[in-house]
């Protein structure tokens, strides 16, 4: 045989090897079915033909999944062991067998539903007036935008950044100098509380630092401490950015509300 | 003398840190219900596992428990403190529901079937079954649109779960309400009957 035609050969017993694992493992089958020393050994038959790097991934891949297998096959023998294990013809001749409402009866004896509650606050209804209030009828929101012609002119880099069109530093360089001033707000405290920190003396200078540092805790710049009892907000620098994959923590979005109200109070209680 | 008004003291820290765990454990703050042992902690401090066993006494009385569901799924014998704060403590029912209570729960006899065989199913197969698999299986004594409403209605509460190769799994919910083991025992016993 041409090494030519049993290197296609081996390529096609690779990947009958991988298709083979991985319905193992996709269909629950019993992984004992697989022969994994016969597997192994067609592997190490065909691996000194292996010269191109193609190749020898394929190779790998063959090698992990078996591993993947020999894996399934542990699990297998403790799941045996253990009390919950039943045969799966045996349950699905049994469900086959009880009628539905039999099978309703067992579970009803087993099942102790959780207990939860949904209610609204006195405050949550206090909020929610509030916001109806102050919110404009929608012909008013969502009127279009009226067109006021003007003659051509050149604008210039100053209008473009008075219009946020432009950004007067680079967004990421932005983000730096708000963490540099967070951590030095922090001190040795290590937090600082959150209005104390997005706070300024316009409310529109106070939104937009509050939409920065939503990037900064986006970013891994730094996370918040939220005490719901208390009612309390924290902001914590880190000394390094963490990236979001290495975050331990499951990522969550929380809705802070700034709003004019809110930063009036805010401004009061600092004594402005 | 000097110790009456000391366990008053004590008695009186403990109620308001009942208090205070009963609302957390009650109410719904996140997308899922329950509290994390970690939320306890900074709540009421490091003693929350004996604020939480103060109030798993009370609520015997009313035939409910706080259930402990720890990440590892099989509950240690002696869990470390880390174990704690990573488990999620819920309010179940400690007794069972009676047939005639099937309705508070607010679903159909043969939706408490659909949801008994789904997780006896996916338990026989050690935690995961292909959905058409299931599907098949309740298609027997089902109609096809019950089926399809119900599964993923079980998705949606957290019963079951499904990944993108169409795999059914036990979700957080069957964890935390259903005695797997009890189940299978159950079932078993239930062929001598039928």
Not at chain 1, 211 to 217: D, E, G, M, P, V
Request: glycine share 4%; proline share 4%.
């Amino acid at each position: 045989m041409s090494i030519k035609k049993r290197r296609s050969l081996g390529r096609e017993e690779l990947k009958r090897i991988i298709d083979l694992c991985r319905s193992v493992d996709i269909k629950g089958l019993n992984p004992f079915l697989v022969d994994v020393e016969d597997l192994v050994t067609i592997i190490k038959e065909y691996f000194p033909d292996w010269k191109e790097t193609w190749d020898l991934c394929l190779d790998a891949e063959a090698l992990n999944e078996i591993a993947s297998v020999v894996n399934l096959q542990s699990e297998w023998v403790k799941h045996r062991a253990t009390s919950l294990y039943m045969d799966p013809f045996l349950i699905e001749e049994k469900l086959h067998i009880l009628k539905a409402e039999n099978i309703a009866q067992i579970f009803l004896k087993i099942w102790h539903p959780l207990i939860e509650f949904e209610q609204i606050s006195i405050h949550s209804i206090g909020e929610a007036t509030k916001y109806w209030k102050s919110l404009l009828p929608l012909d008013e929101r969502w009127q279009e935008t009226s067109i006021v012609e003007r003659e051509l002119e050149r604008a210039t880099r100053k209008d473009l950044i008075e219009q946020k069109i432009l950004a007067e530093e680079s967004f990421s360089a932005e983000l730096e100098s708000l963490w540099e001033e967070l951590k030095h707000k922090v001190g040795n405290y290590g937090k600082v509380r959150y209005w104390d920190f997005i706070g300024a003396d316009t409310y529109q200078e106070t939104v937009m630092r509050a939409y920065l540092t939503s990037f900064l805790i986006t970013y891994g710049y730094a996370t918040l401490e939220i005490y719901p009892l208390e009612e309390e907000i924290f902001i914590k620098p880190f000394e390094k950015p963490i990236p979001i994959q290495k975050m331990k923590q499951q990522l969550a979005s929380f809705p802070i509300s700034i709003s004019l109200e809110e930063w009036v109070r805010w401004r009061e209680n600092q004594g402005a | 003398m000097e110790r009456k008004p000391r366990s008053l003291k004590r008695k009186t820290y403990y109620a308001m840190k009942m208090k205070r765990a009963v609302h957390l454990l009650f109410y719904k703050r996140h997308s899922k219900p329950g509290v994390k042992g970690w939320e306890l902690r900074r709540a009421l401090g490091p003693d929350y596992p004996k604020v939480i066993s103060l109030i798993d006494d009370y609520l015997e009385k009313l035939d409910l428990k706080v259930n402990t569901i720890f990440e590892e799924g099989t509950p240690p014998e002696k869990p470390t403190r880390e174990q704690l704060d990573k488990a999620r403590f819920y309010v179940t029912l400690r007794g069972s529901l009676t047939p005639k209570e099937e309705k508070l729960v607010g679903l159909r006899i043969d939706d408490i079937a659909i949801l008994a065989i789904s997780i006896a199913y996916i338990i026989s197969k050690r935690g995961k079954a292909p959905r058409k698999d299931l599907e098949d299986l309740l298609r027997k004594k089902m109609p096809g649109w019950r089926v399809d409403l119900n599964i993923n209605r079980y998705i949606r509460s957290g019963y079951l779960s499904e990944d993108e190769n169409g795999q059914l799994y036990l979700d957080w919910r069957t964890r935390a309400e259903v005695d797997q083991k009890a189940l299978i025992n159950l079932l078993l016993e239930s062929e001598v009957l039928s």
